[in-house]
């Protein structure tokens, strides 16, 4: 582990994280609370669940689907910072149509919020990958930052809606999170001149972008296909979690994961901004973390001791492994993934979130045993550590020989 000497960091990276922060804020806060205000008879939509249901389903579909076009669009016409500008209003004029359109045009304002959502997502770590390219050293640190605010926002937003929604209204709840978005509009907007000029390009538009289209794309697909594999088996587990030790689960809540995330989050950000440690050592201890978790969750019940306990144990060593994974990866985007596609690039990143849920909602059987799984996080993190230190040996023998 190599101590690196401070640099100093462009300010509007701050602002940036804060406008993320926000946006996070409002965005799960309306989610969290979409279905209830759909199903409310008492100043809501006055749906059924089954219609509810149907339209939770397009809505999230919609998100998913609108990063990709939220990062072609970026990469080959609009840039990065008008994208998210873009976006921030759709999200805004979605937010505030909510609680005063007619029940049947709905689905156009939570059209609008997943759309703007989509030109938001993958364009905002574009932005930070171009402020820091000639700091690529601190990346890790400031996506872990990222990572951060995104889940102090999503901490935050569903109490500050639900206290809203409980002691208002639901129109004000929603006027809330579209004044949330006016005020991230206006941070982004006040940043206009200090975002570097790529950024107001499109992508495939910018010179000396510096990066080979078969690795940078081999790499992204490899980190969609290790993303993917991590949160089928964190949904997987978590569901089987819920099946087999329900009460203790509903005691436990969300706060544990969410808490432990952000509490990782503020160590990382601070080892990883003083000491410089390989990205991919990173991600392999983050499997092995995972690993871990599940050879004691298995061990506790094959042993019937303390299991509340080992599951509370698990959920902190996987909320560790989360942040070590997820953070990293878009650090690693930023850093080798092919520049003139880096926001579609994200794009595929964050679809692998949604190809997990759907892999894990095909698996409904409970599991007797979650050594499996642990098994397989550990074979991964072992080949990842075993090439790194390959490609380590590589580049020291080609060095001598030059």
Same mark, same amino acid.
């Given at each position: 582990?190599?101590?690196?000497?401070?640099?100093?960091?462009?300010?509007?990276?701050?602002?940036?994280?804060? #406008?993320?922060?926000?946006?996070?804020?409002?965005?799960?806060?309306?989610?969290?609370?979409?279905?209830?205000?759909?199903?409310?008879?008492?100043?809501?939509?006055?749906?059924?669940?089954?219609?509810?249901?149907?339209?939770?389903?397009?809505?999230?579909?919609?998100?998913?689907?609108?990063?990709?076009?939220?990062?072609?669009?970026?990469? /080959?016409?609009?840039?990065? /910072?008008?994208?998210?500008?873009?976006?921030?209003?759709?999200?805004?004029?979605? @937010?505030?149509?909510?609680?005063?359109?007619?029940?049947?045009?709905?689905? @156009? $304002? &939570?059209?609008?919020?997943?759309?703007?959502?989509?030109?938001?997502?993958?364009? *905002?770590?574009?932005? *930070?990958?171009?402020?820091?390219?000639?700091?690529?050293?601190?990346?890790? $640190?400031?996506?872990?930052?990222?990572?951060?605010? *995104?889940?102090?926002?999503?901490?935050?937003?569903?109490?500050?809606?639900? *206290?809203?929604?409980?002691?208002?209204?639901?129109? !004000?709840?929603?006027?809330?999170?579209? #004044?949330?978005?006016?005020?991230?509009?206006?941070?982004?907007?006040?940043?206009?001149? &200090? !975002?570097?000029?790529?950024?107001?390009?499109?992508?495939?538009?910018?010179?000396?972008?510096?990066?080979?289209?078969?690795?940078?794309?081999?790499?992204?697909?490899?980190?969609?296909?290790?993303?993917?594999?991590?949160?089928?088996?964190?949904?997987?587990?978590?569901?089987?979690?819920?099946?087999?030790?329900?009460?203790?689960?509903?005691?436990?809540?969300?706060?544990?994961?969410?808490?432990?995330?952000?509490?990782?989050?503020?160590?990382?950000?601070?080892?990883?901004?003083?000491?410089?440690?390989?990205?991919?050592?990173?991600? &392999?201890?983050?499997?092995?973390?995972?690993?871990?978790?599940?050879?004691?969750?298995?061990?506790?019940?094959?042993?019937?001791?303390?299991?509340?306990?080992?599951?509370?144990?698990?959920?902190?060593?996987? #909320?560790?492994?989360?942040?070590?994974?997820?953070?990293?990866?878009?650090?690693?985007?930023?850093?080798?993934?092919?520049?003139?596609?880096?926001?579609?690039?994200? &794009?595929?990143?964050?679809?692998?979130?949604?190809?997990?849920?759907? /892999?894990?909602?095909?698996?409904?059987?409970?599991? $007797?045993?979650? #050594?499996?799984?642990?098994?397989?996080?550990?074979?991964?993190?072992?080949?990842?550590?075993?090439?790194?230190? $390959?490609?380590?040996?590589?580049?020291?023998?080609?060095?001598?020989?030059?």
């Amino acid at each position: 582990m190599e101590v690196i000497k401070n640099a100093p960091i462009s300010k509007s990276v701050g602002w940036i994280l804060l #406008a993320s922060c926000l946006e996070r804020l409002a965005y799960y806060g309306v989610r969290a609370f979409i279905v209830l205000f759909l199903m409310d008879q008492n100043g809501g939509a006055g749906w059924d669940q089954s219609k509810t249901l149907d339209f939770y389903g397009q809505f999230t579909m919609y998100v998913y689907l609108a990063t990709f076009i939220g990062g072609l669009l970026s990469d /080959f016409l609009l840039g990065a /910072f008008k994208s998210t500008l873009l976006g921030i209003l759709l999200m805004f004029f979605g @937010y505030l149509s909510l609680g005063f359109v007619e029940s049947q045009h709905l689905l @156009y $304002s &939570a059209g609008l919020i997943a759309l703007g959502s989509g030109f938001f997502n993958p364009n *905002i770590p574009t932005i *930070i990958a171009h402020q820091l390219k000639k700091m690529s050293s601190k990346l890790d $640190s400031v996506f872990t930052g990222q990572y951060l605010v *995104i889940n102090l926002g999503a901490f935050i937003g569903p109490m500050t809606i639900g *206290i809203l929604v409980e002691n208002v209204s639901w129109s !004000v709840a929603f006027i809330m999170a579209a #004044a949330v978005s006016a005020l991230v509009f206006i941070i982004m907007y006040s940043q206009r001149s &200090a !975002v570097p000029r790529q950024s107001h390009k499109a992508n495939v538009a910018t010179q000396n972008q510096g990066s080979n289209f078969f690795s940078g794309v081999g790499l992204v697909i490899v980190i969609f296909l290790l993303s993917t594999l991590f949160w089928s088996y964190f949904e997987i587990g978590g569901g089987n979690l819920y099946q087999a030790f329900p009460q203790i689960m509903s005691g436990l809540g969300f706060s544990i994961n969410a808490k432990t995330v952000i509490a990782t989050c503020v160590v990382c950000f601070t080892l990883w901004w003083f000491f410089k440690v390989s990205s991919w050592y990173k991600v &392999a201890l983050g499997f092995i973390i995972f690993s871990l978790s599940w050879h004691l969750l298995n061990y506790s019940i094959t042993k019937n001791s303390s299991v509340k306990d080992f599951i509370i144990f698990v959920m902190i060593l996987q #909320a560790i492994a989360e942040v070590f994974c997820s953070a990293i990866f878009m650090s690693i985007i930023a850093k080798h993934g092919f520049k003139p596609l880096l926001s579609t690039s994200y &794009a595929i990143f964050f679809f692998a979130t949604s190809l997990a849920s759907y /892999f894990a909602g095909q698996y409904s059987d409970s599991y $007797s045993t979650f #050594a499996p799984f642990g098994w397989v996080c550990l074979i991964v993190g072992g080949v990842l550590v075993t090439l790194q230190l $390959s490609y380590n040996k590589y580049v020291t023998m080609q060095s001598q020989v030059e």
